[in-house]
Nanobody, 127 residues
């Protein structure tokens, strides 16, 4: 069984921080590309960040660069998304996703490139 479980979401005020976790089971996470996506109400699911399986390269949507950091802890088989300086527009359900094969260019941000998805965790940024 291959499973991804997100956690760490919650309600925060603008400017606050959250750390999301994506825990993997049934596979070795570092063999997969792991992406973080979010979906706001009435909006399409969008790519937020990605960490590659090959060399650990990281990628970010322009809207979160400088505020979010993706990282991997192989010992815990977990990928994290540290979110700082949160804005109301960061609100949404955050999902992690895994792809076994590498991605190129901006394809990392396409949801259809990913094979496995977690259940999502709600992030609400509101004053």
């Amino acid at each position: 069984q291959l499973q991804l479980v997100e956690s760490g979401g919650g309600l925060v005020q603008p400017g606050g921080s959250l750390r999301l976790s994506c825990a993997a089971s049934g596979f070795t996470l570092d063999s997969y590309v792991i992406g973080w996506f979010r979906q706001a109400p009435g909006m399409e699911r969008e790519g937020v960040s990605c960490i590659s399986s090959s060399d650990g390269s990281t990628y970010y949507a322009e809207s979160v660069k400088g505020r979010f950091t993706i990282s991997r802890d192989n010992a815990k088989n977990t990928v994290y998304l540290q979110m700082n300086s949160l804005k109301p527009e960061d609100t949404g359900v955050y999902y992690c996703a895994a792809r076994r094969r590498n991605v190129y260019g901006n394809l990392w941000s396409w949801p259809r490139m990913y094979d496995y998805w977690g259940q999502g965790t709600q992030v609400t940024v509101s004053s």
